[in-house]
């Protein structure tokens, strides 16, 4: 064997080891698509935790789920800096709803949108509010948020909910419950406006 031949062979073998090598070795790694599937899977679960603390009025299940930097603005206006600040809202919304009221929501969140432990969730949510007199309001909500996996577990950084500031069913049965004590002072006023023309009337033609 000349020795041309035999350096030819010796670098065949030491190029072949790494091919052979990679192909013989598992891979243990996960893709990066089952990866990002796996955290849009965590996210769907936190639907499901939050729908039922509301059905429920039971908001301290959903204390692990929120960051220490915790901010958001509720569907109010109102701003919270805390879990704390957010569990004393609610605990005001639900004085507002009144004992033996209800409060249900759904969310309907689009695909999150995920670039490393940081997610930026969206949506609309579908609410139905019952008070204790029975009144019942249908809305719909639209919020933003932020979410960072901390320890591997996401957790809520921020949030933002809206409301139609106008056409909502809160203000509707503000307006009607305002025309009901309205129209009638409206008309009491018009009636009285309308004995006195005519009692000033029949003075000039006496007079």
Not at 87 to 101: N, P, S, V
Not at 139 to 166: M, N, R
Request: hydrophobic share 45%; no cysteine; charged share 20%.
């Amino acid at each position: 064997m000349t020795i041309g031949r035999l350096a030819l062979m010796l670098l065949l073998a030491i190029l072949a080891v790494p091919v052979a090598s990679t192909a013989q070795a598992p891979d243990t790694a996960t893709p990066p698509a089952a990866a990002d599937e796996a955290d849009h899977e965590a996210l769907r679960q936190l639907k499901a935790v939050y729908e039922r603390a509301i059905s429920e009025n039971n908001i301290d299940t959903l204390a692990p789920y929120f960051s220490d930097q915790f901010h958001g603005v509720m569907l109010t206006g109102r701003v919270v800096r805390n879990f704390d600040e957010l569990k004393r809202f609610w605990a005001d919304m639900r004085a507002l709803i009144g004992e033996g009221g209800s409060y249900t929501t759904t969310l309907n969140p689009e695909r999150s949108v995920i670039s490393g432990d940081v997610a930026l969730a969206r949506g609309s949510s579908s609410d139905v509010v019952v008070t204790s007199e029975k009144a019942e309001f249908r809305f719909t909500s639209y919020w933003t948020a932020v979410l960072q996996k901390e320890a591997g577990q996401w957790k809520l950084v921020q949030v933002q909910g809206t409301i139609d500031p106008i056409d909502n069913p809160f203000v509707r049965e503000f307006n009607r419950r305002e025309n009901r004590v309205v129209i009638p002072l409206s008309a009491v006023g018009g009636l009285v406006l309308g004995l006195l023309a005519g009692w000033l009337i029949r003075r000039r033609r006496t007079a």
